[in-house]
């Protein structure tokens, strides 16, 4: 704190100082002009004398006041006092604001109070009363910590003695709490509340505990437990028996007795640890990666050097999560922190499991010019020769990714394709020619996947080969090459004699029932397993053939057919509805038509009325031929399929006007000169003979 004088002008600090250097020559001079009047008495002359001495040593004090010297100005003090004990300093002699603490500086006292030095501080106290008598020590700040210190440890003596210093010093002061301590005294010397209460608390029985605290607090209110006190053993016990939950439990345990008390960050820290270990160790037999990932995000301090076990676990879960390069990062930040060799040098080989000879690089550069142990020094040594075998696997992983990429037909380099190409051909390596037929065919390049699969085939005469030449060939259409290859096969490859039902199905359902009908009914004993599509489409072939018993039959046995499900049975069911309407089951189409879903329903009327026309007009039945034309028509509005149909019908049945209509219409639109000649012909039908 800064002391505050009056504000003196230069001419009065000088005055100041030439009285404190001359105070008798000033007084001198100023009783000579006092005697100088001739009425003063003796009496009053003593006086005026007295006054001037006076009056020269209260500059002084002035001066010391403007130097802060404390000392001389409160021996100075006490001297004129003794003099004349009605004398009282002058009230401009210090800042007004002294009068309360805030005004004097009492840092000195307050600094040597606090260390325990009193006799300084009762030396400082009594300067500080001096120079304000209003100051006064706080009641509040009495400083009884030695005397609790000696409770606390028992020495009964020491506090009694502790107590008796303090109450020297503050001369008589009403301290309640030392009242309080000495009965604490007499109750703990008596065996009671204070020998309970530390007993039960250093047992553990916390509820014990806080039922005889709180009768201490009843016996005396200022007694607080001692923060450095707090017993943690039992939480570290548990900690170390691996029973993390219950080390948790002991230190909420202690915060409940213990209101606002910070656990130690080291134990919590250790505690949270080892709950992550547990939670990680359980993730990684699960294999949830993403579990630990969490965990580490959540608690990064348990996945750190005190925790290298997580630290791996973690790395590995992001290295298996695609997060590479934090991986990385993680085993870099370990061997760059972590003070202990061991640990470093193992999550170097920890890291050996990627197969990254980047990363494993980096971390051996970042530790080859550390300083490690004898033991660790070996280890290191061992991560270099991995780092050997390490490259060595490497470029046999890039070969073989090469091949893999050629396999999946995943995008290579030309320059890598063509280093590729040249390989096999020098080698005539039928491994790597089956690696480029496989990419062509991925790529549908079918030409060069043929070449290649002739070539290794023409290498090593595999299975393999004369598979993926069958593949080609059935994708290029080739089917009877296919077929012919795979019954060549067949008796040496299980897998290529499976293939060839499928390539006799395949060949059969492209075949065109309206050209191909007869054929479909020849090839169809081939089929060694029937299904749905295959019986449609043999369905269809009899139709063609105006076999409709049978073709209903075959259309019915493929609705039943297990693989006939969704559209191809309905597909199946509207087949069997044209084949009963055709053969004149009018009931049986309808039923059948019927229970088709809506949208399907017309569709199949309007096939049915078109193969009904075309029936009917290749049975001369013209009219019959021009109603089906007609209920089609309402079905398919605009509908033109049948025109051709129509306007022979019509010619037929000597209908000529609207025959010729048609015709002209037909050969507008088409131009076909067959229809000029028909409407030629409607004309000269009608002219008389």
Known sequence: MTLHRPRLGGAALLALFLLAVQPQAWAQQAGAEATAGATASAGQQADVAAGVARSGRLGFLY?????NDYARLNAEIEQLKKEDPSWTPPTDLFDPQSASRAGIDDTR???????????????????????????????EAVDLTRAWAAFESGDYAATRRELKVMQDFHEGMEIPAAAEILDLVADAESGNSVSRFWAAYKAGDLATAKREMETLKRVAPSWRFPPDAVDTRRAWATYQRGDYTGARREVESLQDFHEGWTPPADLMALIESGEVGQQVSVAVK???????????????GAFGCGSPDNAWAAGKALWSTGQRGAAGQLFANLVDTCDNADIRVASILVSEQFEDLDLFDDLIRRER??????????????????????????????????????????????DQLEATIQQANSQRNPKLA????????????????GRWFETALQWANTPEAARGLILVQREQGQLESAISL??????????????????DRQR??????????????????????????TRMHRGWALVELKRYPEALNEFTAAMRDGSATGERKASAQAGAA????????????????AALPADQQTATRAIIEFQRAIDAYEGKRFEEALIAINRRRQLVPGDTSLDPIEAWSLFRLERYDEARQRFRKLAATTGDPVYKAAVVSTVQRQQPQ
């Open 578 to 593: 044209l084949a009963a309407a055709l053969m004149g089951s009018t009931d049986t189409a309808s039923q059948l038509t």
């Open 508 to 533: 059969f359902l492209i075949l065109d029932p309206k050209k191909d009908a007869a054929r479909i009914l020849a090839e169809y004993p081939k089929i060694t397993s029937p299904d749905a599509a």
């Open 63 to 67: 001066y010391l006041a403007s130097r």
């Open 369 to 414: 010019p550390k300083t490690r142990p004898p033991v660790a020094e070996r280890t290191f040594g061992r991560a270099l020769a991995d780092r050997e075998a390490m490259a060595k696997r490497a470029v046999a992983r890039r070969d073989a990714a090469v091949e893999a990429a050629l396999y999946k037909g995943d995008a290579i380099s030309p």
């Open 286 to 300: 699960k294999g949830d990666w993403l579990q630990i990932i969490r965990l580490h995000e959540r608690s990064p």
């Open 486 to 503: 795979a019954r060549t096969w067949a008796p040496r490859s299980a897998e290529i004699a499976a293939m060839v039902p499928e390539l």
């Open 109 to 139: 006292f307050w600094e040597a109070y606090s260390h325990g030095d009193l006799v300084t501080a009762k030396r400082e106290m009594t300067i500080l009363r001096q120079l304000s008598p209003a100051w006064r020590f706080p009641p």
């Open 434 to 449: 089956m690696a480029i037929a496989w990419n062509a065919m991925n790529r549908k390049d079918f030409d060069r996947a």
